[in-house]
């Protein structure tokens, strides 16, 4: 029986990946820290590794428990890890907001403008006139040197302690409902409130992502904790699968976003 069976084929390389620093961990007992992965990343090195492994261990954090994006650490059984091993910096600046109004999308694109790597960046949070973004110590230096201006705003990044990073304020709003399959053309439908017919050309449109990768195939099978995004529409995710009714109707537990 393949391993591979149990993921999807474009989660093949990842799993590799996981795998190949599981077998690094257990050859030279050195702890392996990794870039900031998503919810399906970490829930893959949750499947691979499971927490009944004898010989090493994994654990995840991203700044704060309601980060999005996380970083793990892979080592030894034996191992104590502490969150100061994770290596973040807590990074923040404020922009007058009388003047320019500045959202996530605009930090984000500005550090990709500059080469940086989004996989070494953590959550970015927003909030009045102030933003705040997670990094690794290796990176933070360069930001701070590198980032002086966001969308026309002159911007100044400091450090500052991690206990100070700003609250979740997502608001998610669960529903439970029925459907005939777990097509994501089916799950968009229902969730969003429009025509499959509609949903599929979005889909084919590439304006929607699972688990942060865009997905053009409306037959994609979408499963429990997977994250959707759809271009205009805002976000979801799928928080269980439920059973099934006499109609053969597939009862799910979803939940969206609140813009």
Do not use: C
Request: no cysteine; proline share 2%.
């Amino acid at each position: 029986m393949s391993i591979y069976q149990h993921f999807r084929k474009h989660e093949h390389q990842f799993v590799d990946q996981v795998l190949s620093w599981k077998e690094q961990v257990e050859r030279t007992y050195t702890s392996y820290i990794t870039d900031f992965l998503d919810p399906r990343e970490r829930k893959i090195i949750e499947s691979l590794i499971g927490s009944s492994n004898e010989d090493v261990q994994y654990a995840f954090f991203g700044g704060a428990d309601h980060t999005e994006r996380q970083r793990a650490i892979i080592a030894p059984f034996y191992e104590t890890i502490e969150e100061d091993h994770f290596k973040l910096v807590l990074l923040e600046a404020s922009f007058p907001k009388k003047f320019v109004t500045i959202q996530h999308r605009d930090i984000l694109g500005t550090f990709i403008s500059e080469g940086l790597d989004r996989k070494k960046i953590g959550d970015i949070f927003v909030r009045d006139d102030a933003f705040q973004i997670v990094t690794t110590e290796e990176l933070a230096s360069f930001i701070m040197l590198n980032i002086d201006k966001i969308k026309n705003a002159s911007v100044q990044l400091k450090e500052v302690p991690r206990n100070t990073i700003f609250p979740s304020d997502d608001e998610w709003m669960e529903q439970t409902s029925t459907v005939s399959s777990l097509r994501l053309d089916v799950l968009i439908k229902e969730m969003y409130n429009m025509s499959r017919k509609d949903a599929s050309l979005l889909i084919q449109g590439e304006r929607v992502k699972v688990n942060f990768t865009v997905v053009n195939d409306p037959a994609f099978i979408v499963e429990v904790d997977d994250l959707l995004s759809v271009r205009g529409h805002g976000r979801g995710k799928i928080i269980s699968i439920d059973g099934v009714t006499r109609k053969e109707k597939v009862r799910i537990t979803t939940a969206k976003l609140k813009m």
